[in-house]
């Protein structure tokens, strides 16, 4: 089971990435997914999360407006599309899966199960 982080490098303040995050080795089609990120220093926080099917979607305050969490199981893939982009952003950004199926993402590490190996975003000011 293997979920590969990719999209990420370095962007002016304003700008717009898009991050993606494909799973392979199984589906992910009934898993809650999400993105977290780590910038330098500090501790791995919770950037947005959805549950298996894109009904129920939560985003950090931080990021509320700005990001867009999406999946498409047909693919097994994660997205995370990242508008108005500030250098308080710039950090490594890790998707990861649950694996109790059918429920919601949580904004805590703790209860995912699978984690990316992680992509850097450097937003310049």
């Known amino acids: 089971v293997q979920l590969q982080a990719s999209g990420g490098g370095l962007v002016q303040a304003g700008g717009s990435l898009r991050l993606s995050c494909a799973a392979s080795g199984r589906t992910f089609s009934r898993n809650p997914l999400g993105w977290f990120r780590q910038a330098p220093g500090k501790d791995r926080e919770f950037v947005a999360s959805?549950?298996?099917?894109?009904?129920?979607?939560s985003y950090a305050d931080s990021v509320k407006g700005r990001f867009t969490i999406s999946r498409d199981n047909a693919k097994n893939t994660l997205y995370l599309q990242m508008n108005s982009l500030k250098p308080e952003d710039t950090a490594v950004y890790y998707c990861?899966?649950?694996?109790?199926?059918?429920?919601?993402?949580?904004?805590?590490?703790?209860?995912?199960?699978?984690w990316g190996q992680g992509t850097l975003v450097t937003v310049s000011s």
């Open positions: 959805i549950n298996y099917n894109g009904g129920t979607i």
């Open positions: 990861a899966a649950r694996s109790l199926l059918f429920t919601r993402g949580s904004a805590e590490p703790g209860p995912y199960d699978y």
